[in-house]
């Protein structure tokens, strides 16, 4: 079941997801990030990468964290479906998140592409925690 959903907006795309924790919410923005990108479901975990991000706060975390993907996706044409968030933890005043991702090159003759994107901003970033559960709304520039 996804956890994660895309939100109206005039010019450029809301992802807004959920978690039972932080690193669930974090993963489940990165999933919809990787299905606005490539919107079929067919992405095969074929390679895996290692996600080491730090920063000062979770804003700034879940920027550079999404960061990483469009770099994995403009310099090797790496697209992912899988994302697991094995840790977000504060050390020495600072966050840092270690993830795993997975998935393979993109490949036009079997993945359908979705919408280019440009940028994560931090315009109208979101990280709430309500009840037992943590909501991300982020707006990425298309």
């Not at 978690?19 to 095969?44: C, K, T």
């Not at 804003?59 to 899988?82: G, R």
């Amino acid at each position: 079941m996804k956890k994660f959903r895309f939100l109206e907006h005039t010019a450029d795309m809301y992802i807004e997801s959920w978690g039972n924790s932080l690193e669930e919410a974090f993963e489940n923005a990165a999933i919809g990030l990787g299905f606005m990108i490539v919107v079929s479901d067919n992405v095969e975990p074929k390679v895996e990468k290692t996600i080491e991000v730090e920063a000062e706060d979770e804003k700034a975390l879940l920027f550079d964290f999404l960061s990483q993907f469009l770099i994995f996706q403009d310099a090797e044409s790496l697209i992912f479906h899988k994302v697991k968030v094995e840790k977000i933890e504060k050390r020495n005043s600072k966050l840092h998140l270690v993830a795993k991702a997975w998935g393979e090159k993109f490949n036009p003759e079997k993945h359908e592409e979705g919408t280019h994107v440009k940028a994560i901003t931090y315009h109208y970033m979101e990280i709430k925690r309500e009840k037992n559960k943590y909501l991300i709304k982020v707006l990425v520039d298309i």
